[in-house]
């Protein structure tokens, strides 16, 4: 231990020994040969660490960068023991010299592990050309999920309109069959005709709720969407429900996102819905609007007071056609929380919610600050492959 103690106490210390020149018997071309040499290699072992450290500062990401920071100690401090050697044709830094090589010594060691430890990650790494073949893939699936969307969006379209044309006939000659011969029919001849031409009324609902749900999305420019004017102008939309229940909606200062208008309408229009339809009776809703700020994304609250929702069915309000309650209760197709939930996957945020029956529901959402859609995910593949 003293041995130790005595070395770190005299590592500057370079009185034990004389220059290297004086070292046995160096001609001047053998001398300057063996320093020229040493610091061609230090200044390229100085390189390659400053290489791979500017590669891991600007390449964000970059896999096994644990390794790369070792490997570029390694190259440093090896560089160092050949700066060293030149020197000590000068001064004879041997303590010194030994402390570099025993450091040296640690992180190779070290480096060695973790090239151990990663050697199977490392060998699942793609090479460029297994991502090239990875990239054209993705793009050629990209171009058929929008053919099929397309084509998807087109029979909607298509379906919807020959759907509602013959339900509007049915209902029209219903209405003129009453009008017509009502004096003439019984009660439950009268009663048949009501529910028929409200079945076809409702069917009709069911089918434009259809269109809307599968129109989310199929917008490919994000513009500035102003949440504030956004919700007052449902709201202006919604008065007639508003003065008949009499609900007060309160919202905080909602911020402006990238998106499309109509998708984030039918989000906030949605909620604000359901959240006075599902009101407990003698009780006028109360609809609560708030946002927080949360570094790379916007999250949202709407509550309500209403009758809330048991635990067992949290999950299950966000499917299509999934109804909780009779439609003699409350009115609805089951669509308008599948829509809200289909709207923020794609927008690449979460839909969840908490309520207490008897008391009230509250549907918290998020919304990234930056959105990015499938259309631009293929279009930044597009431009990749052609760099």
Not at 168 to 182: D, P, Q, W
Request: glycine share 6%.
């Amino acid at each position: 231990m003293q041995q130790v103690i005595d070395f770190f106490r005299r590592l500057t210390d370079m009185s034990d020994w004389p220059p290297r020149w004086f070292c046995g018997t160096w001609s001047d071309f053998h001398g300057w040969l063996y320093i020229i040499s040493d610091l061609t290699i230090w200044l390229a072992y100085m390189a390659i660490p400053l290489i791979l450290v500017r590669f891991v500062i600007i390449k964000k990401g970059v896999p096994l960068s644990g390794v790369f920071w070792l490997f570029g100690a390694f190259i440093l401090l090896c560089g160092l023991t050949h700066l060293i050697d030149a020197m000590m044709f000068w001064l004879p830094a041997y303590r010194i010299n030994a402390l570099i090589r025993f450091l040296t010594g640690i992180v190779s060691v070290a480096t060695v592990i973790a090239l151990i430890r990663y050697f199977n990650e490392a060998v699942g790494l793609r090479t460029s050309r297994e991502y090239d073949r990875e990239l054209s893939y993705r793009q050629l699936a990209m171009q058929e999920l929008t053919r099929s969307n397309q084509e998807l969006q087109q029979f909607a379209y298509v379906a919807s309109h020959d759907l509602q044309s013959p339900l509007k006939t049915i209902t029209s000659y219903l209405t003129l069959f009453e009008a017509k011969h009502g004096a003439q029919l019984d009660s439950d001849a009268r009663r048949l005709i009501t529910v028929s031409a409200t079945a076809a009324e409702r069917m009709r609902h069911l089918i434009s709720d259809l269109l809307e749900f599968s129109r989310v999305g199929s917008e490919v420019a994000f513009t500035p969407v102003d949440l504030n004017r956004l919700v007052d102008e449902i709201t202006e939309e919604l008065q007639a429900e508003i003065q008949a229940t009499g609900a007060t909606i309160d919202k905080s200062v909602l911020p402006t996102v990238l998106g499309h208008s109509s998708d984030l309408k039918q989000l906030f229009q949605n909620l604000i819905t359901n959240a006075i339809k599902y009101r407990r009776p003698g009780v006028a809703p109360q609809i609560r609007i708030q946002v927080m700020d949360e570094l790379h994304q916007y999250r949202f609250a709407i509550s309500d007071n209403g009758i809330g929702i048991e635990r067992q069915y949290f999950d299950r309000v966000f499917q299509i056609f999934q109804r909780l309650h009779g439609r003699n209760e409350y009115s609805g197709t089951g669509i308008g929380l599948a829509t809200c939930k289909k709207v923020i996957d794609i927008y690449g945020g979460q839909i969840w919610l908490d309520s207490v029956v008897d008391s009230g529901t509250t549907v918290y959402f998020t919304i990234p600050k930056v959105i990015k859609h499938l259309h631009q995910y293929a279009k930044a593949d597009s431009l990749h492959s052609l760099n």
